[in-house]
């Protein structure tokens, strides 16, 4: 899909602007081009931007690609840019997938190019046509507004997972199941995820905000430089959240370890209890002691009852005798 939207001062915005007014409207130092691509194939989407706005290859290749990191180029005449959106899926499992963004600034236009739906350029498109101020300050103000929606949307993100962190910390203290073992990891695997995303583009507005671009008004750094505050505060988050997660982690095997040492307390005690029992029961179960006529008495009543006795009275002495010994 191919969208293009064209502002002039005075004058009324368009869209709908056929691929062959491109390049006249180019010519026009006061206006403001906008062409978005979603899902354009690449065949078709190359030879407008080498033709028509005369990108260099390399760069053409970057953007078709769809593999980078978040990173800047200067072009002297253009910068190109490479961002990414996340998208946070809770509902099966927990997922983080991510959405390349290649942007190309000019002195009069902005081009993007990207395979799936970004929300924060169907907002910025539609604040486009609604107020002047994205348009009435040039393309590098329209940048710094598709950015600054691109960084807004990582805030529900960011607090979706830190609800995923509560409740996993919940559920490790209530039950340590193996779900929440994979919970742990999918959400530390996330994280990390987010780190590399987030730490580059990080760089990206800092070098928008500090360096000196021939297509950026050095008026508007101060505008980047505020969206380059907002992702130094998630870089924080982030790391504060790998933090909790790891916390999670180790307590997760704290409780594991208690639990395996009281199923094991127990069953020492069960088997320390019986253990006299089976010395008795062993020992005069053998075969060495040859029954005679004078030893009968032994399978009589009168021994059997004792015997009984005793087997049940000592493993109560021993559990008593152990308590009192504090060992249970």
């Known amino acids: 899909m191919l969208r293009a939207l064209y502002y002039l001062p005075d004058g009324e915005l368009r869209s709908e602007i056929p691929i ?144 995923q962190i509560d409740r996993v910390e919940d559920e490790v203290l209530v039950k340590a199941a193996p779900d929440t073992l994979e919970r742990i990891f999918s959400l530390k695997r996330i994280l990390l995820a987010m780190r590399r995303i987030i730490t580059p583009q990080r760089e990206v507005l800092n070098k928008l905000a500090r360096d000196d671009y021939g297509v950026i008004d050095p008026h508007d750094r101060v505008f980047f430089r505020d969206i380059y505050d907002h992702l130094v505060r998630l870089h924080d988050l982030n790391e504060s959240m790998r933090d909790l997660v790891s916390g999670a982690l180790d307590t997760y095997l704290s409780v594991i370890n208690n639990r395996m040492n009281e199923v094991m307390k127990t069953l020492t005690i069960i088997t320390t209890l019986f253990m006299p029992i089976t010395f008795i029961t062993g020992f005069f179960g053998m075969n060495f002691f040859e029954p005679v006529a004078g030893l009968t008495t032994w399978t009589s009543l009168l021994v059997f009852v004792p015997v009984m006795v005793l087997l049940m009275v000592l493993p109560v002495m021993m559990f008593l005798w152990m308590k009192r010994r504090t060992w249970v």
Not at 78 to 85: E, F, Q, R, S, T
Not at 123 to 151: N, S
């Open 20 to 163: 062959k007014e491109f390049a006249s409207l180019l010519k026009q130092p006061n206006g403001l081009l906008w062409v978005d691509f979603e899902a354009e194939p690449d065949a078709s989407v190359e030879p407008i931007l080498t033709g028509i706005f005369r990108f260099h290859p390399l760069a053409v290749d970057d953007a078709l690609e769809e593999t980078h990191t978040p990173k800047i180029d200067d072009w002297g005449e253009y910068v190109y840019i490479v961002l990414n959106a996340m998208n946070f899926d809770a509902s099966d499992g927990l997922s983080l997938s991510t959405t390349e963004l290649d942007i190309f600034l000019g002195p009069n236009y902005i081009v993007t190019h990207h395979d799936q739906p970004i929300p924060a350029l169907e907002k910025a498109r539609e604040a486009f046509g609604r107020d002047k101020r994205y348009t009435a300050h040039g393309p590098d103000h329209l940048l710094y507004k598709i950015i600054d929606h691109l960084v807004a949307d990582y805030l529900p993100i960011v607090e979706a997972i830190d609800e």
